[in-house]
């Protein structure tokens, strides 16, 4: 009888974990940028209308309706020298770190030029940052088949990811000020933050070789030589769907990203209007991710205390009661530093979770419906954020416009109170709402445990079958 360790958790040394981390810290210099400075760029550099801005970031992100899925189907059926993920990180990070650049450059053109250059730049963006993040994702879940070990990378990857969040929100600004005028500030910032990622993805390229499933390894590991995924893409889809505790967190992580897309976008206009003192935004922000980051890490002894569903609830918890503080002291420096430090508390305990909770849906998926399709599930996972990130985009550019916003201009009270009420309602609303969603979420460590066994016996049994055929 040949022994099978389809699920067996990997053995993985620090090198390999940190060099996919690393990966993160540079995308992440783009993702956080998008989701902090692109509506700030475009209206105050640009020269679009908070509503036009909006709308563009809004409708460029539906590409992610075709562009996601059609990764996560391609990726699932790859079978190179290199894996099924890896291929696409060696040559998709160029291009991603170029078109990032152009995407944060003012071009000389009239008002009309510039609005058809941005919506060619973001939509080039979009597609090459799915080819490139769809698979640098997915590539977690071969890491580790292990409930706690996918934590404990989970919260390295976003450890290192929220450098690159910190990087992007202390340094960009005084950086960019350095220069001339904020758009050639812009430009320059962001062709070394481009230079960045492709030194970060190459070092995840080469330090994660022997990582992504390809048919030697599939042998190895359930003694039969398992080919890529070439069901049907109807197929694959109704598994999906058949796949509950993955749409629970697909809903949470909508709600949450665009309560977060929208606190995050006017978080520089919270500083530059409403306390008038704009560079405190890059010693707030230092604070803030200090303070992210050391719960992130602290993740894991959370999540081996009272799992998973409950650090989440823990987490919107705290962020609820954080904001709230926020909202009645925001007049004053030291309740916004005090309860919005608290709110960091909240975010990097939720930070981690989802990075780590999905891949353990990928193991669902294949205990119900018999099908295993990481690329599929991480595009899905992946357009979810990107999604919530243009609907958050959306909706601030038309709260802005609503409240009455003129951009390098002294702000109405109506629309200073509107911008506080961006930064904290939206967000405590998001984090009741999350709460509500996970109390569904009933994948513990413990029915994990027993889901994994039982596909391993699975595995066992037709692997006896084929042996003996």
Known sequence: MIKVNHLSTKKLNTGQVFSYGAGNLGLNLFFASISTYLLYFY???FGLTAVAAGNLMFLVQLINLVINPLMGVLIDRTNSRWGKFRPYILFGCIPLAVIGILTFTVPPLDASGKLVYAYITYI????TYAIVNVPYSSLLADMSNDYHMRSRISSIKVSLGQAGGLIVSVATLPLVHLFANEANGFQVIYSIFGLILILTLMTTFFGTKGLGQTASD???QTGYAKKPNNLPITSTLKALIKNKYLLLLLVYIVVNMVSLATKNA?????FKYNVGQPNLFSLYSLVGFGILILFVLLNPIFVKKIGKRNVGILSQSIVIVALGGFYLFHDSLIGVFVFGGLS?????????????????TIEYGEWKTGIRSEGTIYAAFIFAQLFAQAIGAKVSGAILGAIGYVPNAVQTPTALHGIVMMQTVIPIVGAVIGILILMFYKLDHQTFSRIVEEIKERNEKKADEIQVS
Not at 266 to 270: D, K, Q, R
Not at 344 to 360: I, R
């Open 43 to 45: 209206t105050d550099n």
């Open 124 to 127: 080039l963006f979009n597609i």
């Open 218 to 220: 599939n042998k190895a």
């Open 266 to 270: 006017v978080a520089v206009y919270f």
């Open 344 to 360: 960091y508390v909240g975010f990097g305990l939720a930070t981690p979770l989802l990075w780590s909770m999905l891949p353990d």
